[in-house]
C-alpha cells in the first residue's frame, strides 16, 4: 500500500538557520507532490506544489525539490523566522482526484 | 474570491448522539469536495470526496456518511456516534478536473470529542 513518511515528527533549528523538511513515498508514483504548513487548531494552508517533471519549485523563501527516483522531496525554509513554526504536511496525488497526506513534521524555530 | 466555512467550530457530542457538520464553499462552482478526519498528533485521512451533486465516494467505511445536496453544500452525517469518531474534522476544496494546478483549501476545522 501506499506510504508516505515524513522526517522527524519534530524539528528545532535556531532562528536564521536553513530548515529542511523530508518527504518520502513507497508504492506510489505521484504525479505531484504538494505542501502545506498547518497552525495548531487550524486548516492547512497549502503553499507549493511541483510536478513529476520539475525538479525544483521556488517561492520567496520556500524551496522545493522532487526526485522520483529516490522517492523524496525536500522543503526548505531559509533564514527561518520564529513565525515559520508550524506543522508541514507534505501531500501526493495522481490520476485520482484525492490526495495523500502524510503525517507531518513539527517544525519550530528558536529565537 | 473564493471562500469555504465550516461549522461548528466545536462539538461535544454524548456517544450515541447523532452528527451533522457542514461545508459550503462560496466564489466557485463545481468544486471537488473533500471531508479529512485528523487524529491528535497525525496526518489526514481522507473519509469522503465528491466531484458533483449527488456523486459520493466513500475512502474508509465506518460509522459516517457524507452528502452533497447543492453544487458547493457538503456535509457529512451520522447516525449514532461512536467514541473513536472524535477528532479534527476537515473540509476542504479544490478546482476541478485541474487540480494538479491547485491545492487544496482547507476549512477552519471542527474539533469533535464524543463523550
Known amino acids: 500500500s501506499q506510504k508516505i513518511e515524513q522526517n522527524s515528527e519534530a524539528l528545532n533549528i535556531q532562528e536564521g538557520k536553513t530548515a529542511t523538511l523530508t518527504c518520502n513515498y513507497t508504492?506510489?508514483?505521484?504525479?505531484?507532490l504538494q505542501w502545506y504548513r498547518q497552525d495548531p487548531g487550524r486548516g492547512p494552508v497549502f503553499l507549493l506544489l511541483i510536478r513529476e517533471n520539475e525538479k525544483e519549485k521556488r517561492k520567496e523563501r520556500l524551496k522545493v525539490t522532487f526526485d522520483t527516483t529516490l522517492k523524496q522531496s525536500l522543503f526548505h525554509i531559509t533564514a527561518s523566522q520564529p513565525a515559520d513554526s508550524a506543522t508541514y504536511l507534505c501531500?501526493?496525488?495522481?490520476?485520482?482526484?484525492?490526495?495523500?497526506f502524510g503525517s507531518g513534521t513539527q517544525l519550530t524555530v528558536l529565537p | 474570491s473564493q471562500t469555504i466555512h465550516q461549522w461548528p467550530a466545536t462539538l461535544v457530542q454524548p456517544v450515541g448522539s447523532p452528527l451533522s457538520l457542514e461545508c459550503t464553499v462560496e466564489?466557485?462552482?463545481?468544486?471537488?469536495l473533500y471531508w479529512y478526519r485528523q487524529a491528535a498528533g497525525r496526518g489526514l485521512q481522507l473519509l469522503f470526496y465528491s466531484v458533483g451533486i449527488g456523486q459520493i465516494s466513500s475512502e474508509v467505511p465506518q460509522n459516517l456518511s457524507a452528502s452533497r445536496p447543492q453544487d458547493r453544500q457538503f456535509i457529512l452525517s451520522s447516525k449514532k456516534l461512536l467514541l473513536s469518531d472524535s477528532g479534527f474534522y476537515l473540509c476542504?476544496?479544490?478546482?476541478?478536473?485541474?487540480?494538479?494546478?491547485?491545492?487544496?483549501?482547507f476549512g477552519s476545522g471542527t474539533r469533535l470529542t464524543v463523550v
Open positions: 466564489g466557485t462552482s463545481n468544486p471537488n
Open positions: 501531500a501526493l496525488g495522481g490520476s485520482a482526484r484525492q490526495l495523500t
Open positions: 476542504a476544496w479544490s478546482k476541478g478536473p485541474a487540480q494538479a494546478n491547485y491545492g487544496y483549501t
Open positions: 508504492n506510489y508514483s505521484p504525479a505531484y
